[in-house]
């Protein structure tokens, strides 16, 4: 059974940091694209990060441009999200994906997480 399993969430103050992990089991995504896209409530899900299979190259949403770091760790088979200066707005719960493309479109990832809430208060 492929999973991909994220853990790190919690409650922080603004201005704090968290890590996000997606640990993936089943099979290797050490050939995919991953992404991290977040949902807040009543709102649509949407794009936050996303790392080529090689690590090289990344791509973030404005928003958290510069304050957002993904990495991923192949041999581990898990995916990071360093969140940093975090601010009220980033509150949602955090899912990870799986694509073979390297890209921001939710639609092109076959493989999801059931999501970790991440809640900043002011």
């Known amino acids: 059974q492929v999973q991909l399993v994220e853990s790190g969430g919690g409650l922080v103050q603004a201005g704090g940091s968290l890590r996000l992990s997606c640990a993936a089991s089943?099979?290797?995504?050490?050939?995919?694209?991953m992404g991290w896209f977040r949902q807040a409530p009543g709102k649509e899900r949407v794009f936050v990060a996303a790392?080529?299979?090689?690590?090289?190259?990344?791509v973030y949403a404005d928003s958290v441009k510069g304050r957002f770091i993904i990495s991923r760790d192949n041999a581990r088979n898990t995916v990071f999200l360093q969140m940093n200066s975090l601010k009220p707005e980033d509150t949602a719960v955090y899912y990870c994906?799986?694509?073979?493309?390297?890209?921001?479109?939710?639609?092109?990832?076959?493989?999801w997480g059931q999501g970790t809430q991440v809640t900043v208060s002011s």
């Open positions: 994906a799986a694509s073979n493309v390297f890209t921001v479109t939710a639609i092109q990832y076959n493989f």
């Open positions: 089943g099979r290797t995504f050490s050939r995919d694209a």
């Open positions: 790392i080529t299979w090689s690590g090289g190259s990344t």
